[in-house]
């Protein structure tokens, strides 16, 4: 007897892994490091979220990354993801202050005093 999933596209088993809220897609499926979303194409894992983009929006041209506004590594929201480059990626990331290169205070990895001494 075939099981119930036997004849699901692949569509039908990406959406079955997304939960959707008001705001972020959540992928409850397996994920990469990181948190990112992994899903089987078929022929090979793919990042969950290209897998959104490329669902909506059609073939991510070569050379471009699919980056989130919303910095969430497991949301697959179309509306929340964008194209650039690697350079406009870590832009974003040091915009946001998601670098460790710009962390401040004790958390900077160049840091000699600690936030009590300064005290």
Known sequence: MANQ???????????DKVEKTDD???????????????????RRPVVAHRYS???????????LHCLHVCDQPSCVNPSHLFLGTHQDNMTDMVNK????????????????LTEGAVR
């Open 5 to 15: 999933y036997t004849h699901r596209t692949l569509d039908q088993r990406f959406w």
């Open 97 to 112: 202050g998601r670098s460790r290169s710009v962390s401040v205070g004790e958390a900077n990895r160049h840091a000699k």
């Open 53 to 63: 983009w490329e669902l909506h929006n059609g073939t991510i041209p070569d050379g």
């Open 24 to 42: 972020c897609w959540n992928w409850n499926g397996a994920r990469f490091n990181h948190g990112y979303g992994q899903f089987w194409n078929g």
